[in-house]
């Protein structure tokens, strides 16, 4: 069976010794202890396990750790520079936008990867690339205010 011995993630290349068909979700998580990235349908539908590879909003939960060789991964974990949140992390805060916060690490993500392409989305934007972001607790009102917050104050998906 094949195995991968390095991964690139969030800046760092994290030694270690797994089965290249595994998901990378499991390996994140159980290899790597990276547990922001969270186990939701399994199937790559609701986007709690979301990532960004080389930038792109991807669902780990179905993305074999194998196929991400020498690709950047940034995770949930990644975002916050030490102490100082990223200003995407303040809005959701802010905004009230987490209720039981099982999808927001997923949601953050993919706020950043539509906000690093597209500065300044429109509500029906934002709307249109977070419909893969599934929030349980249904508050999808706050999520995007917030997104709105840090498109309108041009703080975008960068670091």
Known sequence: MATIKELHVNGTRRALDAEADRTLLSVLRDDLELTGSKYGCGEGRCGACTVLIDGQPTRSCTTRAGSVQGKQIRTIEGVASGDKLHPLQEAFLQAGAMQCGYCIPGMIMSALALLANQTRPSREEIVR????????????????SAIEQVAQAGKGGGK
């Open 129 to 144: 690339f977070m419909g893969g972001n599934i929030c349980r607790c249904g508050t999808y009102g706050r999520i995007i």
